[in-house]
């Protein structure tokens, strides 16, 4: 017979929490990077067992204060004047994640500190939507009824994750409508939804004036 599962859910969801804000998207990733054993991270990650002996180990690594990945005290981390960059919102509102060792520059803290996840827009496929530099800060991935008529990240049971607006269809509670940015709506099984908390913005570089400008700065001096 199968072993009962012996983990802690919310210890495994903080783990999952403090994967997603070392910028690890994907268990696989964060697997691959740190050399852990496959089987036994996921284990860990889905509670089926117990890792009181490698919070500390974890806690370093993802950069999170031990007591809160333990017991969920105090803030997740000790200094949050940054946050990294989770992932990228592609064309039609498509997260790509962030593969290891292509991390992006970490983002400023928005006015209110919490734990967002971090993504940020790398051009301007979605425009007039949103704007290459602008970082969306979402609140932790929940129950997507809870984000139902909120800016928010789908995640799908295809393993697919949409910025889009959330609608829930009739009939089978667990489908809903993505309304997308500058596509058609899709309609997908979503697990889980974080809802957006802040809209911010990268500093851009100003562009190099051009010859062109020059002369036309000219002409009107």
Avoid at 13 to 22: F, G, I, Q, T
Avoid at 51 to 74: C, H, M, N, P
Avoid at 78 to 98: A, F
Wanted: net charge positive; glycine share 8%; proline share 11%.
């Amino acid at each position: 017979m199968p072993r009962p599962p012996s983990g802690d859910p919310q210890m495994a969801a903080r783990l999952r929490r403090a994967r997603e804000h070392a910028g690890f998207a994907t268990s696989a990733a964060a697997i691959e990077a740190h050399g852990f054993s496959a089987p036994t991270y996921w284990s860990h990650e889905n509670a089926q067992r117990a890792f009181d002996k490698k919070i500390r180990e974890y806690a370093a690594l993802y950069s999170v204060r031990e007591q809160w990945l333990r017991y969920a005290t105090g803030p997740m981390c000790e200094h949050e004047e940054s946050l990294p960059v989770t992932g990228y919102i592609g064309p039609q509102g498509l997260v790509i994640p962030i593969k290891a060792g292509q991390e992006a520059p970490p983002v400023a803290m928005p006015p209110v500190p919490g734990d967002y996840l971090v993504y940020e827009v790398p051009d301007d496929a979605n425009y007039p939507a949103m704007l290459r530099g602008d970082v969306l800060y979402m609140h932790p991935f929940g129950p997507p009824a809870l984000a139902v008529g909120e800016r928010c990240l789908a995640r799908c049971n295809s393993g697919a994750e949409y910025y889009c607006v959330l609608d829930r269809r009739t009939g089978d509670g667990s489908m809903f409508t993505l309304n997308r940015l500058n596509a058609p709506p899709l309609y997908e099984h979503v697990t889980e939804a974080a809802p957006l908390a802040w809209l911010g913005r990268r500093p851009q570089p100003r562009p190099a004036m051009t010859a062109a400008d020059q002369q036309r700065k000219r002409r009107r001096n």
